[in-house]
C-alpha cells in the first residue's frame, strides 16, 4: 500500500519521496509546488491547496502511510494538520508519520507551538502515529539563511544539525517496519552525531562556500529573519521525546560538519 506525503515540495518531503522511491515504495504526493522530478521517478501526484480536504481525501484512498511535513506561517501549519488528519481518519489511513522539531511540548515560540498543535491534531487520528522531533535540519533553505540573513547573538545555543537525508532514511525505516498496532503515538528524538555551538556550525557552513558562491541567493525578508531568530534561540535541547529515532531504527546519521 502507497505513502502520502503532505508537503512534498520542501526540501525535507522531496528527500523523504525520493528516498522511498529509491527503496521500491509506492509513493504518492500531494502538493500545488513543482514536483516534476518525482513525477518523472515514478510518484503519483495529486495537486491541491492545503486546504482542499475533499481533494487530500480522495488522494488518501487505499493509503497506508500519511507523512506529513510542516511547512509555511505557524497559523497555516497547524490549520493545515487539522484538516489532514480530518481527511486520514475519513480514508481509513493506517499510520501518520509527522517531521516535528524539539521542545515543542514545553515552547511558547510561535512555529514550535503551531509544531504542538499539528501533533496533537495529527494523534487524534484513530492510526498509530510517529512524530519524528528533530534537531536542526541542514535543508538548503536554511543554510542560504546562515549565510545571507543576520542571526548575531546566537553563537552560543547548543546545535546537533541533522543532514536531510538522515531524516529521510528514518522516516524509510520506520516505513518498512509496518507493525500491526492500530493505535497510540511514538515521539522519537532525531539529532545530528555532532553537537556544537550555533556559531560554529554557521562558520563551517560559512567556509564550505565562498563569498562568490553566495551571490544570487535570495535573502529572507525582514519577518522571515525574526521568526528564523526566534526559531533557533528558543534552543534544542530539554526535550520529552526521549527515545533515539535513530537507535531506534538501527541507523547512524552522518555528521553535516
Known amino acids: 500500500m502507497p505513502v502520502l506525503i503532505c508537503g512534498a515540495?520542501?526540501?525535507?518531503?522531496?528527500?523523504?519521496?525520493?528516498?522511498?522511491?529509491?527503496?521500491?515504495?509506492?509513493?504518492?504526493?500531494?502538493?500545488?509546488?513543482?514536483?516534476?522530478?518525482?513525477?518523472?521517478?515514478?510518484?503519483?501526484?495529486?495537486?491541491?491547496?492545503?486546504d482542499d480536504e475533499g481533494r487530500l481525501e480522495a488522494a488518501l484512498t487505499d493509503v497506508h502511510t500519511l507523512v506529513f511535513v510542516p511547512h509555511g506561517p505557524p497559523a497555516r501549519i497547524a490549520a493545515a494538520a487539522k484538516i489532514a488528519s480530518e481527511a486520514a481518519a475519513n480514508a481509513g489511513v493506517q499510520r501518520v508519520v509527522m517531521v516535528s522539531a524539539l521542545r515543542v511540548s514545553t515552547s511558547l515560540e510561535p512555529y514550535r507551538m503551531a509544531l504542538a498543535q499539528a501533533e496533537r491534531a495529527l494523534a487524534s487520528v484513530p492510526a498509530p502515529t510517529l512524530i519524528l522531533r528533530s534537531n536542526l535540519v541542514a535543508s538548503p533553505r536554511l543554510i542560504d539563511a546562515l549565510l545571507t540573513?543576520?542571526?548575531?547573538?546566537?553563537?552560543?545555543?547548543?546545535?546537533?544539525?541533522?543532514?536531510?537525508?538522515?531524516?529521510?532514511?528514518l522516516?524509510?525505516?520506520?516505513?518498512?517496519a509496518r507493525a500491526d498496532s492500530r493505535e497510540g503515538t511514538l515521539i522519537v528524538r532525531c539529532d545530528g552525531p555532532v553537537a556544537l555551538p550555533f556559531?560554529?556550525?554557521?562558520?563551517?557552513?560559512?567556509?564550505?562556500?565562498?563569498?562568490?558562491?553566495?551571490?544570487?541567493?535570495?535573502?529572507?525578508?525582514?519577518?522571515?529573519?525574526?521568526?528564523?531568530?526566534?526559531?533557533?534561540a528558543d534552543g534544542f535541547t530539554d526535550d520529552m521525546a526521549d527515545v533515539d529515532g535513530f537507535a531506534l531504527a538501527g541507523l547512524h546519521p552522518t555528521s553535516v560538519v
Do not use: C, N
Request: hydrophobic share 50%.
Open 9 to 50: 515540495a520542501t526540501a525535507v518531503g522531496r528527500q523523504i519521496a525520493d528516498s522511498l522511491l529509491d527503496d521500491g515504495g509506492e509513493v504518492r504526493l500531494f502538493s500545488i509546488g513543482d514536483v516534476t522530478s518525482l513525477r518523472q521517478r515514478g510518484a503519483f501526484v495529486s495537486f491541491g491547496t492545503w
Open 149 to 169: 540573513a543576520d542571526l548575531a547573538g546566537l553563537d552560543a545555543i547548543d546545535v546537533a544539525p541533522i543532514a536531510v537525508h538522515d531524516l529521510a532514511a
Open 171 to 176: 522516516v524509510v525505516a520506520f516505513d518498512r
Open 199 to 232: 556559531g560554529t556550525y554557521r562558520m563551517a557552513m560559512q567556509q564550505r562556500l565562498p563569498t562568490a558562491g553566495r551571490v544570487g541567493r535570495k535573502l529572507l525578508g525582514a519577518a522571515d529573519t525574526a521568526a528564523l531568530q526566534t526559531f533557533i
